[in-house]
């Protein structure tokens, strides 16, 4: 049995830079929550997202 199978060119993965990765992951500094601070079922509006 012969299949039709249409083959598609491959393109290139590329990179985006957005910025450096100390910059980028900085948003969360200067506090001392961590994810481990807050109970199980903690309610969304008492987490601290920055």
């Known amino acids: ?3 039709n199978v249409e083959k598609h ?3 290139t993965p590329s990179l985006t830079v957005h910025g450096s990765i ?3 992951t900085q948003g969360g500094a200067g506090t001392t929550a ?3 601070s807050f109970p199980a079922h903690t309610p969304i509006g ?3 997202f920055s």
Do not use: A, K, N
């Open 1 to 3: 049995m012969e299949q």
């Open 34 to 36: 961590l994810d481990v």
């Open 46 to 48: 008492d987490l601290t």
């Open 22 to 24: 100390e910059s980028i």
């Open 9 to 11: 060119e491959y393109e």
